[in-house]
């Protein structure tokens, strides 16, 4: 069946100006990027699913939301 405008994904509305490298993220988290990269790699395994903030891959491009990196944080500061 072919796509059509009704069924084409939907862009996640998040602005570009929100999303943070690593190294971005990495700042306003306090965690070295490497360990980052660290809980990217750990969520693969269901023991860790939860594992550091959530992260987006555009082709193969790691990045963060704002928000989210946010969120991460206000809950590591038990608000």
């Known amino acids: 069946m072919p796509e059509t405008e009704d069924n084409a994904p939907k862009p996640s509305g ?10 971005e993220a990495a ?7 490497t360990t980052l990269m660290a809980f990217r790699n750990r969520r693969n395994n ?11 891959k555009i082709g193969t491009a790691v990045f963060y939301e704002r928000s989210v990196i946010e969120a991460y944080n206000a809950n590591r500061a038990g608000a």
């Open 27 to 33: 700042a306003l988290t306090g965690h070295p990027a």
């Open 14 to 23: 998040t602005p570009l100006k929100d999303l943070l490298t690593t190294k």
């Open 46 to 56: 269901t023991k860790y699913k939860s594992a550091g903030p959530d992260y987006v």
